[in-house]
């Protein structure tokens, strides 16, 4: 994976960049002792570190603004970052960039429950903007496993999904409006607590796009009351394409699960040794949760196990109270720790039609076998985003390319049955130089317009999303200029 | 006119195009300034390329007919999950409305507060651009974050920054059976208080309209048979502090109360302009009353559709409001005149601009209809 190498002029004015910076910001706000800086090297994709120039951490959209406006004035490029959970390196930063970190921006700006939506600072984290609106019975829908930690500033950059969206959408469904300043420093209000855009739909293109188009400080979010109750049910098969073949069925006779979590045998032992959930030893594990009354998910649930049992499961468990619910969850949501606890691992997340589960499942086995290098899949099975796993020893030399080499192998296969190379994570730096085998040249150049509009001098997280070939004639007239 | 019959032709149309081209589907939705130019009509590129009901996905040329989309679902026990709205009657138009000209048009009715409108069903779109290069983006799954979301972009850009060849949905299951609450003689105040409530509930109403003209409030449920039923008596109790509630159960009578306010069927046939105007529904009373016409509420009072006197310009009587009002029907000397789209404060617009000149850089896709 390589960055382009930094701008030699930005790096010997180090000194004048920062001096501007602490001239118009508040003192704390801006860190450049090279100790410090060290802490924003990387983000959750860890292989990769490099310390940045310098990071602000504002407190307000006009400090945002200000550090903006400096920096396009000196020509330094920007990686915005919410909490650094990227997994897909999306907030890298390069030698010669500015960490623009919304982080001290999480304040609760306006709840209402009438009209259904939170306005809120981008740093917010992602459960705690539930957090602002259970006691009300409310919240928000989209709910990836890093929600804990990661920030919604980082959930609209990427357009992050979780377990949940098969029923809610992911979060350009849920995001009402913005408050997003631009490389220039221009502060934008798009959206708001209305539906729909008057003109194009600006918020649909800034959402998702990996804080290449602007920096988004406040952000309003649809809010929904929580359904009665909700409830899962655990089955396990003896082969991945019956596991498959399941999930289609129970797709096709018209229920709605909010979530299908599929787990394979590799990570089922891992689970089960590290969470003890009570998970049993099979090929494939799926988890199928239904919300609504007792009696409408009694309904549901009665035409999901139906299903169940016409393809013959090992097991077929529906919880029976709220803490045999939380353990067939508990394993599912500590499987990345799980994995972790064994090896090292490296998680993708490309799409693939549901159709296509099967047959994908054994050719990232046979591939397996082939590299010699295992592979635990757990995912969320409803829309097909699959998130395989693959386990490798990062002190061995050569494993870790080793591993990027399979797992660009299981990328293309997704594309090639009709997928896609991320469904939830972004491209960041991870999956950059493989968008052109999903994509055509003319395809990722009609992409790069849009960034030509919001960011004609490129500076906004300017080597990631695209190949460096593809974008480098744009970065580097950049430099040039 | 000229009609291709395959996406590569669309190509070399468009890039050999001398003046400008009026882009459209089956022409059911004229709506925007009006277009002097050659029309295109994508309606030769027609049929369902791909539908997987077990992926819950369905992929068709742009000028496929909805109805025909529509169909092949409900063959399958499934459905586009937006509701698209049939503008025909209110409108005035014939023709066959396209599943392109429903992407063009961002069209949604009133299960837009649960299951969003056209964009947020839309997973994937081919489309020549104003230079005449095909592109794509996104696909046929429903979960795809790979590189920016062109398709959200496409949708509601009305032919402006490129003529739609192909587009692909996630599709939901349709529901064994829907119900529809009324409550009369609600102040439109009232009236919003509670759908606000009902939308507040956990009982997952899927429709909240108002209509004033017939003293009318409705919600709407849908689901498996016993849910529903469930829900209906849940919801009655809920709404019981703002008046009696009737509960309609039949099938066939819920659906056509409910195409009623989808196809806004009230103002159809009716003398005078058509505007919808977008707002926070709490703020709907008072954008309501503020255009002097008669009004109808969905959403749960965050769509207005009002009716006012032909050429009235609605937006000076609105004044500064948080969302945005839109021309729907008016003669064309009234579109030409009234900006049909809610002008964007000046940051905005030239951002909308700018992308027109890299999508369409001679101008040549349906030049003027949203304004630039």
């Known amino acids: ?481 | 006119m000229l009609s291709p019959a395959t996406e590569t032709e669309l190509s070399e149309i468009v890039a050999g195009a001398k003046g400008p081209l009026r882009v459209v589907g089956g022409g059911t939705r004229p709506i925007g300034r009006p277009v002097a130019g050659e029309v295109l009509t994508v309606a030769a590129l027609s049929g369902i390329e791909l539908y997987e009901p077990g992926a819950l996905t369905i992929v068709a040329r742009a000028g496929t007919p909805l109805a025909e989309v529509e169909a092949a679902l409900a063959a399958e026990g499934q459905r586009l999950p937006f509701e698209p709205m049939d503008h025909r009657a209110l409108l005035g138009t014939g023709g066959e409305p396209t599943i392109g000209g429903v992407v063009a048009a961002n069209v949604a009715g009133p299960r837009r507060i649960q299951a969003g409108a056209a964009r947020d069903s839309l997973i994937g779109v081919r489309f020549v651009d104003g230079s005449g290069t095909i592109v794509k983006n996104g696909g046929r799954v429903m979960k795809n974050v790979t590189g920016y979301d062109l398709v959200k972009l496409m949708a509601g850009s009305w032919g402006t920054l490129g003529v739609l060849s192909e587009v692909a949905f996630k599709v939901l299951p349709a529901p064994e059976a829907a119900a529809s609450l009324s409550l009369e003689g609600l102040s439109p105040l009232q009236a919003v208080e509670a759908m606000a409530t009902a939308l507040g509930s956990p009982f997952e109403v899927s429709g909240a309209a108002h209509l004033p003209g017939e003293g009318r409030t409705m919600l709407r449920i849908e689901g498996f048979v016993a849910s529903v039923a469930y829900r209906a008596g849940r919801l009655s109790e809920l709404m019981a502090p703002f008046g009696a509630v009737t509960v309609e159960e039949d099938g066939a009578r819920v659906a056509e109360i409910w195409r009623g306010i989808r196809d806004v069927s009230g103002f159809a046939g009716r003398a005078g302009d058509v505007w919808r105007i977008s707002v926070t529904p709490s703020d709907g009373p008072e954008i309501a009353a503020r255009t002097g016409g008669e009004a109808m509420f969905d959403w749960g009072g965050g769509l207005i559709w009002a009716l006012v006197p032909e050429g009235t310009d609605l937006r000076a009587r609105l004044g500064a409001f948080a969302g945005h009002a839109t021309l729907i029907r008016a003669s064309e000397e009234t579109r030409a005149r009234i900006a049909p789209f809610q002008p964007e404060p000046a940051p905005l617009a030239k951002l909308s601009r700018g992308l027109r000149e890299k999508f369409d850089p001679r101008g040549v896709l349906n030049p003027g209809l949203m304004g630039a």
């Open chain 1, 1 to 481: 994976m390589d960055m382009p190498a930094p701008d030699t002029g930005i790096l010997s004015r180090k000194d004048r960049i920062v001096a501007r910076l602490r001239a118009e910001l508040p003192q704390a706000a801006v860190i450049h002792d090279e100790a410090e800086v060290r802490a924003y090297e990387c983000d959750a994709l860890t292989a990769y570190k490099c310390p940045p120039l310098a990071v602000v951490l504002p407190a307000t959209t006009a400090e945002v603004a200000t550090a903006l406006r400096i920096c396009h004035a000196e020509g330094v490029p920007v990686v915005p970052r919410g909490s650094g959970t990227s997994l897909a390196g999306g907030a890298l930063p390069t030698a010669d960039s500015v960490i623009l970190g919304v982080s001290r921006m999480n304040k609760v700006l306006e709840t209402d429950y009438d009209n259904r939506f939170i306005r809120v600072q981008s740093g917010r984290t992602n459960l705690s903007v539930t957090g602002a609106v259970e006691q009300e019975d409310f919240f928000y829908a989209p709910d990836p496993s890093s929600q804990l930690a990661c920030a919604i500033a980082g959930n609209i950059a990427m357009n992050s999904g979780g377990a949940h969206c098969l029923k809610y959408g992911v979060t350009t469904n849920n995001l009402l409006g913005v408050t997003m300043v631009t490389m220039e420093g221009e502060v934008l209000e798009i959206g708001g607590a209305h539906l729909d855009a008057a003109g194009y739909d600006l918020l649909g293109v800034i959402c998702g796009s990996e804080g290449q188009l602007g920096v988004v400080t406040e952000a309003t979010l649809r809010i929904l009351r929580k359904p009665e109750g909700a409830r899962p049910v655990l089955m396990g098969y003896d082969s991945n394409e019956v596991a498959g073949q399941v999930v289609s069925d129970i797709i096709k006779a018209g229920v709605l699960p909010v979530a299908i979590e599929f787990m394979d045998r590799p990570c089922i032992e891992a689970t089960e040794a590290f969470a003890k959930a009570g998970y049993p030893m099979c090929e494939a594990l799926l988890i199928v949760e239904v919300e609504g009354s007792d009696a409408e998910i009694d309904e549901q649930l009665g035409l999901i196990m139906q299903i169940a049992r016409r393809h013959n499961p090992v097991e077929l468990r529906e919880a029976q109270s709220e803490d045999e619910a939380k353990r067939i969850w508990l394993g599912r949501k500590s499987a990345f720790g799980a994995m972790g606890q064994i090896n090292d691992y490296m998680c993708l997340d490309g799409t693939i039609p549901v159709s296509s589960l099967p047959y994908v499942l054994k050719r990232i086995g046979e591939m397996s076998k082939d590299y010699g290098l295992g592979v635990a899949n757990v995912f969320h099975a409803g829309d097909g985003n699959m998130h395989p796993l693959i386990l490798f020893d990062a002190n061995k030399p050569g494993d870790l390319e080793l591993c990027e080499a399979f797992g660009a192998d299981i990328l293309k296969l997704c594309v090639e049955v009709g997928g896609c190379l991320t469904g939830e994570h972004g491209v960041g730096i991870e999956k950059r130089d493989l968008m052109t085998t999903q994509f055509a040249p003319e395809d990722l150049e009609a992409q790069m317009r849009v960034k030509d509009v919001f960011d004609p001098k490129w500076l906004l997280n300017p080597a990631k999303v695209f190949p460096l070939e593809a974008s480098r004639p744009r970065r580097e007239k950049v430099v040039a200029a």
